[in-house]
């Protein structure tokens, strides 16, 4: 059973720039949830992903977007990025109903 | 608006003993209760979880205990290893919008000295 995974691990941008980080959910999940998290702060709700759609959504702008593929991998996609969207972004798997969710090792953000 | 508070950053503890997290939510929604371990550079790992209708749920040297009149949650760690030293985040779940959601608090970092 193969676990969370992120790519890329690391990535620098320039403030205005779009970019977008990619995810494979663990096997026999179907449901994808994408988090922010900041330094010092824990990890704060983005949206989540089931049947290619989003079904939720937390407090953040419409230039953070995403997709899920019919194999329930996912991205994240964030445009005209901004300095303080420097930060960690974890993706979660989960079985849609189940409450524990695993997560990737993440994405270290840096826009410049 | 902090649904859920990790009111320690930080805990010491010696190896051997106990180590005692704590939790606090604000939501009555929540039905789901989650500890998670963080080592710098790598995602959360899950630890233990437990249920809005349970009170205590045991895996091995983890116990988290809910008490839902309190809205607080613990994590018990016993006996604590060098190995425990990590970030610890407890996180609350409910359906909002549609989505199953995990709303975390801010950590709290425990050292576990030798």
């Not at chain 1, 994808?32 to 049947?51: D, E, K, T």
């Not at chain 1, 960690?88 to 695993?102: I, K, N």
């Not at chain 2, 939510?25 to 995602?43: I, R, V």
Request: charged share 15%; glycine share 8%; hydrophobic share 30%.
């Amino acid at each position: 059973e193969t676990g969370v995974t992120q790519s890329p691990t690391h990535l620098i941008k320039t403030r205005g720039q779009q970019v977008t980080l990619r995810c494979s959910s663990q096997s026999g999940h179907n449901t994808v949830s994408w988090y922010q998290q900041a330094l010092g702060q824990g990890p704060q709700f983005i949206f989540q992903y089931y049947r290619e759609e989003e079904n939720g959504r937390g407090n953040f702008p419409p230039r953070f977007s995403g997709l899920q593929f019919p194999n329930y991998s996912s991205e994240l996609n964030v445009n005209a990025l901004e300095l303080d969207d420097s930060a960690l972004y974890l993706c979660a798997s989960s079985r849609q109903g189940l409450g524990e969710a695993f997560f990737g090792q993440g994405t270290r953000l840096t826009v410049v | 608006d902090q649904q859920v508070k990790q009111n320690s950053p930080s805990l010491s503890v010696q190896e051997g003993r106990i180590s005692i997290l704590n939790c606090d939510y604000t939501n009555s929604m929540f039905d789901y209760f989650l500890w998670y371990k963080k080592y710098p550079a790598e995602g959360p790992t899950f630890l233990i979880s437990i249920s809005s209708i349970k009170d205590k749920n045991e895996d091995g040297r983890f116990t988290v205990f809910l008490n839902k009149s309190a809205k607080h949650l613990s994590l018990h760690i016993v006996p604590s290893q060098p190995g425990d030293s990590a970030v610890y985040f407890c996180a609350a779940s409910a359906v909002f919008q549609g989505a199953q959601k995990l709303v975390f608090g801010q950590g709290t970092r425990l050292t576990i000295n030798p």
